[in-house]
C-alpha cells in the first residue's frame, strides 16, 4: 500500500498531465504539449536529429528520412517509398478520441512528383474502423499544404488513426515526403 504522500502526490500529477491534454485556449482550439496539436513528433525530429518517435511503419522494414522540409518545419521529413506492387507503404500513429470535441482539422505538407499519396484519419471502433476524412496529394514537386476539416460521427469512435500513404506506381520507384502534420480539435 502507498503511503498517503505518495497517493496524494501521484493524484496531483495525474489530474495536472490530464488537465494538460484536455485544456482549451481562449481560441476554442484544444491544448497539448505540441500546442494545439494532438498528434506527438508531428515534424519527424527530436532535438535537431530525424526521430520516428510515435509513428509506426507498415508494408516497410524501416523509416527513412530526408533533410527536407517545408518553412517553418525543421529540417527533417519522413520519407515514404513507393512500392513497384501492393501493399503501399504507410504510417500510422493512433490517439484516443478526446471527449466532448466533434469539429477537427487533418493537415499536412506533402512533397511528391506523382498524385496518389494521401493522407487520412481513421476513426476506431471496438469492432470496425470507417475512414472520417481522405486527402489526396496531387503532383507538385515543390512543398504544398493539405487542410481539411471533418466531423465525428455517432456514435463516436474510441481513437482515432492518422495514416500517410505513399503513392503506388509502376513505373518507377517515387518518394513521397511528408512533415508538419496535424490533427486539431476546434469548436
Known sequence: MMPYRKK?????????GMTLLTCRTQTGVLSTVYGDNLLQNPSFEENGNSSSAFWKIHNYPGFQFAKDAPEGGGEWSVSLPSN?????????????????????????????QVTGSYGKVIGIYPDTTQTLVEVRTTAEEKWKQY??????????????????????????????????????GVE
Open 8 to 16: 496524494t502526490g501521484f493524484f496531483v500529477l495525474f489530474v495536472f
Open 84 to 112: 513497384w506492387a501492393p501493399p503501399t507503404v504507410y504510417i500510422s500513429q493512433t490517439i484516443p478520441t478526446p471527449s466532448n470535441v466533434r469539429d477537427f482539422q487533418f493537415s499536412f505538407w506533402a512533397n511528391n
Open 147 to 184: 487542410v481539411r476539416t471533418f466531423q465525428l460521427p455517432t456514435p463516436t469512435p474510441d481513437s482515432l488513426r492518422v495514416e500517410l500513404w505513399a503513392a503506388p506506381t509502376e513505373i518507377a520507384r517515387i518518394i513521397t515526403l511528408y512533415d508538419v502534420v496535424a490533427l486539431r
